[in-house]
């Protein structure tokens, strides 16, 4: 059972926008910590992908993009690429000193 | 160039124990703090621990507390984790990874390497 709840699956073909959610709770999105965004391509590690709710690192494409607006955060894929298929982590800081995550969502580009 | 190269995975029994390492090159090592995060076969990233940039302060997952210890060597740029008592259930990829300076965020990651604890 992960902290941060995410949807376990999404979809959409390619050229469209998508978006993932994560939900947390008053210890930690709730309590004003930011969320930061990975993904992870089939059979390699976690890639940073957005960090603290909506800042890209470089060289992340700009159809990525982050947003949080209390206690709701969500990851936006627009222009969707075969590339893009992989699983989506949200993260989080927790007040009990430990880092969260969501369970993941894996991306389907149909 | 970036990089954390993490070693020292394989097979152990159950209530065995197992050290990884984790070397880094290309930044300033000693002025990070490190984490290491894992992944069972088929789920999801669990944050295992992390330690500060001069190691004199350590947290751990609830579910690895007492069994598992983090450590560094900042004149080697080596990360450490050492686990004792192995349960079936640490069967996982071992990832170690950068904090990010001023975010909670992890910037970098290594290839990761895997932990078998099978009979």
């Known amino acids: 059972q992960s902290v941060l709840t995410q949807p376990p699956s999404v979809s959409g073909a390619p050229g469209q926008r998508v978006t993932i959610s994560c939900t947390g709770s008053?210890?930690?999105?709730?309590?004003?910590?930011?969320v930061h965004w990975y993904q992870q391509l089939p059979g390699t590690a976690p890639k940073l992908l957005i960090y603290?709710?909506?800042n890209r690192p470089s060289g992340v494409p700009d159809r990525f993009s982050g947003s949080k607006s209390g206690t709701s955060v969500s990851l936006a894929i627009t222009g969707l690429q075969a590339e893009d298929e992989a699983d989506y982590y949200c993260?989080?800081?927790?007040?009990?000193?430990?880092?969260?995550f969501g369970g993941g969502t894996k991306l389907t580009v149909l | 160039e970036v990089q954390l190269v993490e070693s020292g995975g394989g097979l152990v029994q159950p209530g065995g124990s197992l050290s990884l390492s984790c070397a880094v090159s290309?930044?300033?090592?000693?002025?990070?703090?490190m984490h290491w995060v894992r992944q069972a076969p088929g789920k999801g990233l669990v944050w295992v621990s992390r330690?500060?940039?001069?190691?004199?302060?350590?947290n751990y997952a609830d579910s690895v507390k007492g069994r598992f210890t983090i450590s560094r060597d900042n004149a080697k740029n080596t990360l450490y984790l050492q686990m004792n008592s192995l349960r079936a259930e640490d069967t996982a990829v071992y990832y170690c990874?950068?904090?990010?300076?001023?975010?909670?965020?992890?910037?970098?990651w290594g290839q990761g390497t895997m932990v078998t604890v099978s009979s």
């Open positions: 990874a950068r904090g990010m300076s001023g975010s909670y965020a992890f910037d970098i």
């Open positions: 290309g930044f300033t090592f000693r002025t990070y703090w």
């Open positions: 330690i500060n940039s001069d190691g004199s302060t350590t």
């Open positions: 008053s210890s930690n999105i709730g309590a004003g910590y930011d």
């Open positions: 603290d709710n909506s």
């Open positions: 993260q989080s800081y927790d007040s009990s000193l430990r880092r969260v």
